[in-house]
């Protein structure tokens, strides 16, 4: 008899370990099981999201941008624009991380909100980020 397999998961290890013990179970259940848990997509961090986009638009208005500086003041009103335009898609569509409260769903309805929530969270990773504010030192 093979040894069962824990499932993480808090509560549902015990759940798991009895199921896998019965010998009358078959083995695709479990898998299956495990399978319906996973998420089908990978949110990115809000920061991985300012970051990337940011460099997206750098490359793609061939800025450029040397070792160690401050990335803010390269881009001008048509660049930020661009780049919060992309981050609200990405909420939109659920790629990027957000937790799900009663003020980010009505943030998510309102796309006058979700703009400026972007452009908030644009100045906050610009000015954090080592990456992007140009020094080594965190604060």
């Known amino acids: 008899m093979d040894k069962p397999k824990l499932v993480q998961g808090g509560t549902h290890e015990s759940k798991a370990v009895v199921e896998a013990r019965k010998p009358d179970a078959p083995k695709s259940d479990s898998k299956t099981q495990v399978k319906?848990?996973?998420?089908?997509?990978?949110?990115?961090t809000q920061r991985e999201?300012?970051?990337?986009?940011?460099?997206?638009?750098?490359?793609?208005?061939?800025?450029?941008?040397?070792?160690?500086?401050?990335?803010k003041p390269l881009l001008n009103e048509a660049h930020i624009k661009k780049i919060c335009a992309s981050l609200v898609a990405g909420f939109q569509a659920k790629k990027i991380a957000l937790k799900d409260t009663e003020a980010n769903k009505q943030k998510l309805a309102d796309a006058?909100?979700?703009?400026?929530?972007?452009?908030?969270?644009?100045?906050?990773?610009?000015?954090?980020?080592?990456?992007?504010?140009?020094t080594l030192n965190e604060k």
């Open 36 to 44: 319906a848990t996973k998420p089908e997509t990978q949110e990115i």
């Open 49 to 71: 999201a300012v970051y990337t986009e940011v460099m997206r638009v750098i490359r793609e208005e061939k800025i450029a941008v040397a070792e160690k500086q401050a990335v």
């Open 112 to 134: 006058k909100v979700m703009e400026l929530y972007c452009l908030g969270l644009l100045n906050n990773w610009l000015r954090r980020d080592k990456r992007l504010n140009g």
